[in-house]
């Protein structure tokens, strides 16, 4: 079965930096394509970033030149660099693979206050 597992989340202060990563397995890693997506506590979800099996990568406008989607597939890894954080980046951050029904993992809290 698909299982997708963030992990990297923490504490940091503004204008600091984190990679987060999320393992994933029970599906061929190389030829799906993946996102991050987050949701701030109370609010609804809001997609981050995207990445095909042939590195083509998307942004929102919010995290241009701050944040870079990553994979390395051989392995089987998401991975999302985030710098220049903001208090606003404040979520819990999801892996989820597209190209077909979507699948989630479990979340990994980031925290970005002084």
């Known amino acids: 079965q698909v299982q997708l597992v963030e992990s990297g989340g923490g504490l940091v202060q503004p204008g600091g930096s984190l990679r987060l990563s999320c393992a994933a397995s029970?599906?061929?890693?190389?030829?799906?394509?993946m996102n991050w997506v987050r949701q701030a506590l109370g609010k609804g979800l809001e997609w981050v970033s995207y990445?095909?099996?042939?590195?083509?990568?998307y942004y929102t406008d919010s995290v241009k030149g701050r944040f870079t989607i990553s994979r390395d597939n051989a392995k089987n890894t998401l991975y999302l660099q985030m710098n220049s954080l903001e208090p606003e980046d404040t979520a819990v951050y999801y892996c989820?693979?597209?190209?077909?029904?979507?699948?989630w993992g479990q979340g990994a809290q980031v925290t970005v206050s002084s």
């Open positions: 990445i095909n099996s042939d590195g083509t990568t």
């Open positions: 029970g599906f061929t890693f190389s030829t799906y394509s």
């Open positions: 989820a693979k597209s190209g077909g029904p979507w699948y």
